[in-house]
């Protein structure tokens, strides 16, 4: 076993500038298995943000900073600030139990997009010309994301859009109210600033005038198809053929992709005063405020489970109430009822108690027989997901059972050249999951088209004390202001306020900086228990031997109160709240703190 005193395989060693001591550039597996293990947040993040570094930005007011090091990840700080779904506060330590409330972390993504200063310059890493060129299909945030780390490699990227602007779902699929378009066009503009080429209102397809994939793929070295999931997904309903476009069944029936995009098209568009939505996703939500706004008065959302089990951020539910939109779970709609006009007068639902777990961690909904019940309504809205078109291929392309495209460990599809990512790839996500993804398969095109990869090692700065108070622990979570609700009538004003400097330095401060790492080196070490009894959690242990596994993290800790056994002093990350107290009691100065993360060098 390799204790946690020994010195680290580097790659590079360099004089901290501060003074602090030597930074030093590991691609020992056990060092990048410790960033993977023990930054929860970071793991969590699709794009791999480097949650704690922004933070800490924030807290000592660097803002412009704070959103540099966003951007390296996620391209998009200010839209993503405003409507990720937040993975990583689902794995932040500070919500674990018998610590609080998570930290705010999107909320401080976005205070770094808005209170950085006015005159701020973006900076970036560039690498030098390929002479590649790279066609990306859709301006949706994974072609975007893709497009702007492929044009920093040094890459010619030309993005084609079919719409008469870049976004995708984010310009076309979300209201104003949540997302605001002046900070989408100003990210956006920055993402593809460096060079990229955008042609918007060019379809690719096989359609009439549109640009062949086979094109394509003779006037570029790549192609990456990122065209997400444009359809919606079908609502099986009684006496209805499957598959059939219930819109053109029943006038009153809409599909919530179609909706909000024909909104943001610029189309006028009406709801009746009873508004019905199924589903139970952010569309779904996003729909039944915009109904809302319509001037829909008694709006609904019905789910197959209940609210406890969708996937939507507690605070986007609670906002959808505050404007009051009821929700009713456990039903399934199962048949329309109709005037003899054929216009829409209630959905009939089965009712639903709740069952087993599915594969995806998502609850079962079991309906219960003879428990039909018809619901009025005047407009009914289908929000319960979308798929991936491959009908704009003018080439065979080798899919999934669900028609998702299939891609190889290379990123490549089964025709040579051709790549995809994001949803067109996974199925519909969420927009940091196709930034994410996009990122990863940019990453593999960059290899492909060079035959070599920039690799990533982890960076470990000496750091002089604790930089975090224990009195941080008990500052309560910021909560996001708000407009008043008698000011959400417009589709256009948008709701979240954002944390001011004070609110922002705040939340900040509750962060635990997992990204410090404290180590106790055994020969130096007296054994005085001094840091053990010190500890306000059961974070420092006595080991004789610790599992290691494949990928470099930790596994099981073998305990041990034999000091003649001890084969080092270990700091359990899982416990440790880096509070610092074992630092500042140790009389010999046997302990050390490195901030750890990981950076990208050129192979």
Not at 529 to 535: F, G, M, P
């Amino acid at each position: 076993m390799r204790g946690e005193h020994e010195s680290l395989t580097t790659l590079t060693s360099s004089q901290d500038p501060s003074g602090q001591g030597v930074i030093h550039y590991s691609d020992d597996p056990r060092d990048a298995g410790w960033v993977r293990q023990n930054i929860p947040c970071q793991t969590a993040c699709p794009a791999g943000t480097n949650v704690p570094a922004y933070i800490r930005a924030i807290a000592e007011g660097r803002h412009g900073q704070a959103y540099e090091i966003n951007r390296e990840a996620n391209v998009l700080p200010g839209v993503l600030g405003r409507i990720c779904s937040r993975p990583c506060e689902s794995a932040c330590r500070h919500g674990w139990s018998g610590n609080g409330d998570p930290v705010g972390i999107c909320h401080l993504k976005r205070s770094a997009a808005d209170i950085k200063d006015a005159s701020h310059r973006i900076t970036e890493r560039l690498y030098a010309p390929t002479g590649k060129k790279v066609a990306v299909v859709g301006a949706g945030p994974a072609g975007v994301a893709a497009a702007h780390d492929l044009s920093l490699l040094g890459h010619d990227v030309v993005i084609f859009e079919r719409e008469e602007r870049p976004g995708g779902m984010l310009r076309y699929g979300i209201p104003e109210f949540r997302l605001p378009r002046n900070m989408l066009d100003i990210e956006l503009h920055n993402a593809l600033r460096l060079g990229v080429q955008l042609r918007t209102g060019t379809a690719v397809g096989a359609g009439k005038g549109a640009v062949r994939v086979s094109t394509l793929l003779a006037d570029f070295d790549a192609v990456l198809l990122a065209t997400g999931c444009m359809a919606p997904t079908a609502l099986p309903l009684r006496g209805i053929p499957d598959g059939e476009n219930l819109s053109r069944h029943c006038q009153d029936v809409e599909y919530g992709l179609d909706f909000l995009m024909e909104i943001h098209r610029g189309q006028n568009k009406r709801v009746g005063r009873r508004v019905a939505v199924v589903g139970a996703g952010f569309t779904a939500l996003d729909c039944a405020r915009v109904a809302r706004r319509l001037g829909g008065q008694e709006v609904t959302i019905h789910l197959r489970t209940s609210e406890e089990y969708i996937p939507v951020t507690s605070e986007e539910l609670f906002e959808t109430k505050r404007e009051g939109i009821r929700i009713k779970g456990l039903r399934t709609p199962v048949g329309l009822r109709t005037d003899e006009n054929g216009r829409l007068t209630g959905v009939e639902f089965v009712q639903n108690r709740l069952g087993g777990w599915r594969e995806n961690g998502r609850r079962l909904a079991t309906p219960i027989e003879g428990s039909e019940f018809v619901e009025p309504c005047d407009t009914l809205i289908i929000a319960i997901g979308q798929r991936t078109v491959n009908d704009f291929l003018d080439m065979r392309v080798e899919v999934n059972r669900s028609g998702n495209v299939r891609v190889a460990e290379n990123g490549m599809t089964s025709v040579h050249g051709l790549f995809a990512a994001g949803d067109y790839v996974g199925g519909a996500s969420t927009a940091i999951e196709a930034i994410g993804h996009a990122r990863q398969i940019a990453d593999k095109i960059d290899t492909w088209l060079v035959g070599r990869k920039r690799r990533q090692v982890v960076r470990m700065e000496p750091v002089a004390a604790p930089p975090r108070e224990p009195a941080h622990d008990f500052i309560p979570r910021q909560h996001m202001p708000t407009i008043p609700l008698q000011d959400r009538q417009q589709l256009t004003r948008e709701v979240e306020c954002g944390y001011n400097r004070d609110l922002a330095g705040e939340e900040a401060k509750r962060c635990y900086l997992c990204d410090l790492r404290y180590q106790i080196d055994v020969n130096r070490c007296i054994y005085c228990r001094a840091c053990i009894e010190v500890a306000p959690r059961n974070c420092i242990k006595l080991v004789s031997d610790v599992e290691m596994k494949a990928d470099g993290t930790h596994g099981t800790l073998q305990e041990t109160k034999e000091w003649q056994r001890v084969a080092a002093i270990w700091i359990d990350n899982n416990e440790c709240i880096r509070c610092g107290a074992c630092f500042k009691v140790c009389p010999v100065r046997c302990i050390s703190i490195t901030r750890n993360h990981f950076v990208t060098v050129d192979g």
